[in-house]
T-cell receptor, first 110, second 111 residues
Framework: DTGVSQNPRHKITKRGQNVTFRCDPISEHNRLYWYRQTLGQGPEFLTY????????KSRLLSDRFSAERPKGSFSTLEIQRTEQGDSAMYLC????????FGPGTRLTVL | GQQLNQSPQSMFIQEGEDVSMNCTSSSIFNTWLWYKQDPGEGPVLLIA?????ELTSNGRLTAQFGITRKDSFLNISASIPSDVGIYFC???????????FGTGTRLTVIP
């Protein structure tokens, strides 16, 4: 058990809608990461938090994406005006020995 | 970005056989990690390697961090049906906070 939960596990939305995902580490972890995984590929880095501060963002994170970690514990990832290309598994991870991933949120944009 | 080539892309083996897969990078990594992912789930860490030349085992799994720091391999001995899944290598370089993942090796074990 990596101690990371993600909600919802699945989300189906229509193109143009906004969606928000949540990541909850069970215990306090300074570092929290978001990754995106499309079918047949490995996860790709999106962004990284050290406590509340968002320290690094990938070029994959367009201006329609925003992530927050307001109290240095849980984190949210919002996608505005979703596009079909946003369909993917969104994974949250914390810094343990290696990287402990949550079960992911699978987003389908119709 | 950094390129990680993982091979083979897929494998079909008989239960009880040994499996070997590897990963090569276009640049030097300071850490190599191997993950297994089941359908609809996040990747689960199997083995972490932190030093060039390091050979580490976890049950029937053995992984090595290549001396050049640009490659790693994972061996699974005496495969069983629950070994089925997609295996990913991952690594990151000095000071990097993001992991780079390979494209995965899909393992099928035939009972």
């Amino acid at each position: 058990d990596t101690g990371v939960s993600q909600n919802p596990r699945h989300k189906i939305t229509k193109r143009g809608q906004n969606v928000t995902f949540r990541c909850d580490p069970i215990s306090e972890h300074n570092r929290l990461y978001w990754y995106r995984q499309t079918l047949g590929q490995g996860p790709e880095f999106l962004t990284y938090f050290q406590n509340e501060a968002q320290l690094e963002k990938s070029r994959l994170l367009s201006d329609r994406f925003s992530a927050e970690r307001p109290k240095g514990s849980f984190s949210t990832l919002e996608i505005q005006r979703t596009e079909q290309g946003d369909s993917a598994m969104y994974l949250c991870a914390t810094q343990t020995s290696g990287r402990g991933f949550g079960p992911g949120t699978r987003l389908t944009v119709l | 970005g950094q390129q990680l080539n993982q091979s083979p892309q897929s494998m079909f083996i008989q239960e009880g056989e040994d499996v070997s897969m590897n990963c090569t990078s276009s640049s030097i990594f300071n850490t190599w990690l191997w993950y297994k992912q089941d359908p609809g789930e996040g990747p689960v860490l199997l083995i972490a390697l932190y030093k060039a030349g390091e050979l580490t085992s976890n049950g029937r799994l053995t992984a090595q961090f290549g001396i050049t720091r640009k490659d790693s391999f994972l061996n699974i001995s005496a495969s069983i049906p629950s070994d089925v899944g997609i295996y990913f290598c991952a690594g990151h370089g000095t000071g990097a906070n993001n992991l780079f993942f390979g494209t995965g090796t899909r393992l099928t074990v035939i009972p």
